[in-house]
């Protein structure tokens, strides 16, 4: 473990034991409880200042009011892969809030989305029954609105995260904005691109069945086309064939587009296939930029065959939601989005940001990730 790393664990285990002793309101002599504190983040160019203000913000507005014992439940769709950061961020931020509550996975691995929907709309009930104040959920769809709605009209509120229920009556939706990633997402590669004039491959979705898909993808394209570049789109596939599909349309891009291609940016986790592409093309010049930290993209980082990528702070959407939740219970929504409104990127939704990783920083970024336990 690194210096830092083993300074920040040890502050760490103190707040622990902070927040250990200030739970339940009061103690048994009928002193107040201690005020919440949170363990310090490791300090590195990629920690989020802006989300670690705001979050002190919050807590200096909760700790205005009574320090109250809570019982909260965090249901998501995965416990491991791309969900082990918000598994870490959950459990460390309902320790330090000494409150009760646990991560809770699926209830099985099987069935369709539609039958993933109705368990969990099963666990939402099972929660509430259960003794849940407050309930934070990474929703399989809007099929799950049933399950929110029939929590708050129980007096429990829901907070979604990572993928939204925008249909439902939940309180707050915590993760990536689509729309905002999309910007940003064109943004970077903009700056790798020469003068136009050229042609950009996309490998995004363009199905307005998936909403946010296809925003993030129309974000990035105004970005580049407004910068007189021509855009592309290869539809993302996943499936047994979608690689060699992928791959071998993208290919036919690079070596026919008219004017040439002059750079590729993935919006998906799998983005490493434009890479790929370029490879197989033989041209292996031209500026990639890709979407998450998949272990194939970190390759071909290392390779300098990707510039650079965007990951989506799931430690920080997981470490938020059990904090807006206490929030939510002892000072009130309205009070709790006032104290978030540098994060709200609109009525509802508040965006944790994306770091945006060079090829040249792939070891800092993974020290970061390490100090905070939230390696993937």
Request: hydrophobic share 40%; net charge negative.
């Amino acid at each position: 473990m690194n210096r830092i790393g083993r300074r920040w664990v040890a502050a760490f285990g103190l707040a622990l034991m902070t927040a250990a002793c200030g739970s339940g309101g009061t103690t048994d002599e009928g002193e107040e409880a201690s005020p919440i504190k949170r363990a310090p983040t490791p300090e590195s160019e990629f920690t989020a200042t802006e989300i670690e203000e705001t979050l002190d913000a919050l807590v200096a507005e909760i700790n205005e009011g009574a320090i109250e014992p809570m019982q909260m439940a965090i249901l998501l769709k995965a416990l491991g892969g791309f969900f082990t950061p918000i598994t870490t961020g959950a459990n460390r931020a309902m320790s330090e809030l000494g409150v009760t509550g646990n991560v809770v996975g699926p209830s099985g691995t099987g069935g369709d989305q539609q039958q993933r929907a109705e368990a969990q709309n099963e666990q939402i009930g099972q929660a509430v029954t259960d003794g849940a104040e407050g309930i934070g959920i990474s929703p399989f769809g809007d099929a799950i609105a049933a399950g929110i709605d029939a929590a708050v009209a129980d007096g429990v509120p829901v907070v979604t995260l990572d993928t939204d229920a925008k249909g439902s009556k939940r309180s707050i939706y915590v993760g990536t904005i689509s729309e905002a990633a999309g910007k940003t997402a064109g943004e970077t590669l903009l700056k790798l691109l020469p003068g136009t004039p050229g042609t950009v491959v996309i490998h995004g979705n363009v199905h307005p069945s998936w909403l946010d898909g296809l925003n993030r993808m129309q974000r990035a394209r105004d970005v580049l086309e407004k910068a007189g570049y021509k855009v592309v789109v290869r539809q993302v596939t996943w499936g047994p064939n979608g690689e060699v599909d992928d791959v071998a349309e993208m290919r036919t891009f690079i070596e026919t587009a008219d004017p040439p291609v002059v750079g590729l940016l993935g919006l998906h986790d799998i983005s490493y296939r434009c890479a790929m592409a370029a490879e197989a093309a033989g041209r292996t010049d031209l500026p990639v930029v890709a979407f998450d930290y998949d272990l194939k993209t970190v390759e071909y980082m290392r390779q300098g065959l990707i510039r650079a990528t965007h990951t989506q702070r799931q430690y920080y959407a997981g470490y938020l939601v059990p904090y807006i939740l206490y929030g939510i219970r002892t000072i009130g929504l309205e009070a709790t989005k006032k104290a978030l409104a540098p994060q709200m990127f609109d009525e509802s939704r508040l965006d944790v940001g994306l770091d945006v990783v060079l090829s040249t920083k792939v070891d800092e970024y993974n020290l970061f990730l390490d100090s905070l336990g939230a390696a993937q």
